[in-house]
């Protein structure tokens, strides 16, 4: 199938890539479930709060047992009470950790490139970065995506990318090895160099068929 590109001039072209790369049919529910596996795997789960006998203050009763007309109560850190301790709360250990098979975490991430390709960019120009702010924004002005959220990957660290992309909100510069399912479905844009969308295709298709 084509794919939009971006020719050294800064014009608009088209370019050959893999169907069983970015024409797939799609597939809702692997989608959904390998996003929901990257979005819990990012919880860090450290929230806690303190249980009755860890709140600051004092364990007298709060009032005598019997003849006062109220309920029976020990110390003021029981949870009913303001400044009390919490019931069932976080803990700061809760471990959010999900799995996904590499089979399907492949599979997801050729689906969301396949549903992305309206909005998929290959370009060889990223070699001839100077690491200016000023060549950068150029380039997504001539792609017209100035202000969408754009996902650029790179073949390897490409330093001064990095550097003319740094200054530039809502763009995620990354090496094409990193892409992940989770990148590709929340981006308005994703910009590929020739070099990563190569490695892509043969790292992809070698899981796919194995």
């Not at 806690?48 to 006998?53: A, D, Q, S």
């Not at 003021?76 to 400044?83: D, E, R, T």
Request: glycine share 8%; net charge positive; proline share 1%.
């Amino acid at each position: 199938m084509k794919i939009k590109s971006i020719t050294p001039t800064n014009k608009l072209s088209t370019i050959t890539v893999n169907d069983e790369i970015f024409g797939v049919s799609a597939n809702g529910q692997l989608l959904s479930q390998a996003i929901r596996v990257y979005l819990s795997n990012k919880r860090q789960g450290t929230s806690k709060v303190k249980t009755r006998g860890e709140v600051t203050g004092s364990r007298r009763k709060i009032w005598k047992q019997k003849g006062t007309g109220n309920a029976r109560h020990c110390a003021k850190s029981a949870p009913i009470f303001v400044g009390g301790g919490v019931a069932h709360g976080p803990t700061g250990l809760e471990n959010w950790t999900l799995k996904l098979s590499k089979h399907m975490k492949k599979k997801a991430l050729i689906v969301a490139l396949s549903l992305q390709s309206e909005n998929i960019f290959i370009t060889d120009n990223l070699a001839d970065f100077d690491g200016k702010t000023k060549t950068a924004a150029k380039l997504l002005k001539d792609l017209s995506i100035s202000g969408k959220k754009v996902l650029l990957a790179t073949n390897g660290n490409n330093e001064l990318v990095r550097r003319a992309f740094g200054n530039i909100q809502r763009v995620n510069v990354m090496e094409g090895s990193l892409v992940n399912v989770l990148d590709v479905a929340s981006s308005d844009a994703i910009i590929f160099s020739k070099d990563a969308v190569k490695s892509l295709e043969k790292r992809l298709m070698k899981k796919v068929k194995s």
